[in-house]
């Protein structure tokens, strides 16, 4: 991934030099026309020959290079540019200026349907595609029943496409192709349509093609951790101009900031951010545990990294080896820390909050365990904590969050017994912030949910019949 000069450019499969697309903006209907006829209205009154549209940069000078193999997210709030990016990319758009090289054979799912002839039968339609893309009868006809399985559209695959849930359109456009050999696959957001469990079919495809290292993917989402799994790279757009391109991790962050700062504040706070990765310090050598994750899409409510920084974080399924996490698993919730500062008490609190913004869960670790607590920690030490527990809540998103407080060990050996006015006081606040988010879904096993509210609770039931058990 780089912005440098490239002296083999057959090593890239997109290389995008200086791409700006405009488009004209017509503040009423009679501009147009009068746009069309300013020739002519020009010679009957000199003040008629004006332009009378003003252009919209929908993408402003943006450039980078992607080797083959590799994988880079477009992310950036709506309106950025990322789908006229792709679309680019992908030949169905012509830039008003600068250049794109593809080398490879590129398979596009863009917005919904695309690509496809509604009067024809899904059948009718992957042939299409195929031809399309440039493959033979005989190539297609191969690909046809793995296609057919894969989308799990079943005997509608006779059926005219016109008659397709959105569910059914994504299935059978993303399996065609995803299975029809891309050197380059890119996929826009369609993939929000589909059901979870199609999802996460779809995105194991992804992860086995990755790792096969033939195939280069670009992808736009507006869900940042999936842009973080499947994605090395990440270039961060607002409002057409390019902010960020580099780790996926930096650009998620500064992603998360775009509300708060302007576009030259988040480029300096981008290469600090690279600087420091660059750097030779304690913290780069310190080794990452085994699937633990750095953490860079960070969003501070208070405090910061000063004195106690989160060197990584691990989410895993004690359950079962698979990535996806549902409703009833156990899951492990770890999290590396290095210590910064001497620190008497580490107060720790793991929350989880749901997509409308409401607290789910919280708990602090003395209270679950005092004797637990880390005490009288040096700098330089390493803390980990980790949380077991049985995620018996309602399927959907859930961001984590972490409160640190410190407090001195003589409040905290008597912690049980302070006033609320006391404990209140006697905290030091180290950082609250918004780690990261995990998605929950339904077991395809269970037909229906084991409880039902938000949450799950224990319980122990007793049924009577006539004063018997």
């Known amino acids: ?230 994605c090395k790279h990440a270039l961060l757009l607002n409002k057409g101009n390019q902010v960020y391109l580099g780790d996926a991790r930096v650009a998620a962050g500064l992603y998360y900031k775009v509300e708060k700062y302007n576009e030259y504040e988040l480029q300096l706070e981008g290469k600090r951010i690279d600087s420091e990765n660059s750097n030779t310090n304690k913290k780069q050598n310190l080794k990452l545990k085994e699937d633990f994750i750095s953490p860079n899409a960070i969003r501070f409510s208070s405090g910061s990294f000063d004195r106690l920084e989160l060197i990584g974080y691990s989410i895993k399924n004690i359950e079962h080896d698979q990535e996806v996490l549902y409703v009833g698993d156990y899951v492990r919730f770890s999290f590396h820390f290095l210590v910064n500062d001497n620190i008497e008490t580490i107060l720790f609190a793991l929350g989880f909050t749901n997509t409308a913004n409401n607290s789910i869960y919280g708990k602090f670790n003395f209270q679950i365990d005092t004797n637990k607590v880390p005490r009288n920690l040096k700098k330089g030490e390493e803390v980990t904590i980790t949380y077991d527990l049985k995620l018996s809540l309602l399927p959907d998103d859930y961001i984590i969050g972490l409160t640190i407080n410190e407090m001195e060990i003589e409040n905290f050996d008597i912690i049980e017994s302070l006033s609320i006015q006391r404990y209140a006081s006697s905290l030091i606040n180290i950082f609250t912030a918004q780690i990261t988010s995990f998605k929950l879904i339904v077991s395809p096993k269970d037909l229906f949910l084991p409880f039902m509210g938000l949450v799950d609770l224990p319980v122990e039931l007793t049924t009577e019949v006539n004063g018997h058990q």
Do not use: W
């Open 1 to 230: 991934m780089s912005l440098d000069p490239i002296n083999n450019s057959e090593d890239y499969a997109v290389i995008v030099s200086n791409i700006t697309k405009k488009y004209k903006h017509y503040e009423r209907p009679r501009h147009r026309i009068q746009e069309m006829l300013r020739p002519i209205l020009g010679k009957i009154k000199p003040e008629f020959d004006r332009q009378y549209f003003r252009d919209i940069k929908a993408l402003n000078d943006v450039s980078f290079s992607l080797k083959k193999g590799d994988s880079l997210g477009i992310i950036g709030r709506n309106g950025s540019g990322k789908s006229t990016l792709l679309q680019i990319i992908a030949g169905t758009l012509t830039p008003s200026s600068g250049d794109v090289l593809v080398n490879g054979r590129v398979n596009a799912l863009l917005e919904l349907g695309s690509g496809f002839n509604l009067e024809f039968t899904g059948k009718e339609n992957i042939y299409l595609n195929g031809a399309i893309l440039g493959f033979s009868n005989s190539f297609i006809k191969s690909k046809y029943d793995e296609i057919v399985e894969f989308s799990e559209i079943g005997n509608y695959i006779n059926q005219p496409v016109k008659t397709y849930s959105s569910g059914m359109f994504v299935r059978l456009a993303f399996s065609v192709q995803a299975l029809m050999d891309p050197d380059i696959l890119i996929v826009d957001e369609a993939l929000s349509v589909g059901d979870v469990f199609f999802q996460a079919k779809c995105f194991d495809l992804i992860e086995r093609m990755l790792k096969n290292g033939k195939t280069t993917f670009l992808f736009v989402s507006h869900d940042i951790h999936t842009v973080i799994k499947y």
